[in-house]
């Protein structure tokens, strides 16, 4: 999005979404030190919530983003994600014998990886649908009764009447269209995040004085 919509150099778009992976970092040093002092679930709910919210940050995007707002939104949602990262490696293991956590972590980062693949290939699906869909609609408001047409610098660039004037529109329309696909899937990750904060009830709290032990295996 940032490279192809708002021109950003790969090494800019590096930079700005850099970030997170601190911000992941940072959580996932404090949340170490409370596995086993706080309850599981409330610490996978923080986690979950402060993601939904960087989400609910990133639904409200517009293309006058600006580094800045890119690099905190990545902050926080790093400190979401490592919230949730070691928790989570904990209660899949809570119960497991250590005979049995070479299969457990092999089965959980299979499931990982397949969920992973799905859920991208779902948000890439829909990106380009939506792209296509909104790029039908947003030409019906541009016509001769749009005002926005009789502002002369308006006009000039994009002239309906000339060849390099309906490719400049189109290209606008395009990158409109992209712009509202991203957003619709930051929506649909955001209501997502939020749909599993109840499942956290499921999740059965480990014994107390029970030993937490999160394979490094699981963490790839």
Do not use: C
């Amino acid at each position: 999005m940032l490279q192809g919509l708002m021109n950003y150099p790969a090494a800019i778009a590096g930079l700005v979404t850099a970030p997170s992976g601190l911000g992941t970092m940072m959580a996932m040093l404090i949340v170490g030190r409370l596995t086993g002092r706080i309850d599981t679930r409330i610490l996978l709910g923080a986690g979950f919530s402060i993601t939904a919210f960087s989400l609910w940050q990133m639904a409200n995007f517009t293309l006058d983003l600006v580094p800045k707002t890119v690099v905190w939104n990545g902050i926080i949602q790093g400190i979401g994600l490592g919230l949730v990262f070691v928790p989570l490696s904990a209660a899949t293991f809570a119960t497991l014998s250590p005979q049995m956590r070479a299969e457990g972590t092999a089965i959980y980062s299979l499931v990982r990886n397949i969920g992973s693949s799905i859920g991208i290939a779902l948000v890439q699906t829909l990106l380009v649908r939506n792209t296509q869909i909104a790029h039908a609609s947003l030409p019906e408001h541009i016509n001769t009764a749009n005002p926005a047409l009789n502002d002369p610098a308006i006009a000039s660039v994009y002239n309906l009447g000339t060849s390099t004037g309906m490719a400049a529109l189109n290209g606008e329309i395009t990158r409109q269209a992209s712009m509202i696909a991203y957003l619709d899937d930051f929506w649909l990750m955001m209501w997502l995040t939020i749909l599993v904060l109840p499942l956290l009830l499921l999740i059965k709290p480990p014994k107390k004085n029970a030993p937490v032990v999160v394979d490094h295996a699981a963490m790839e």
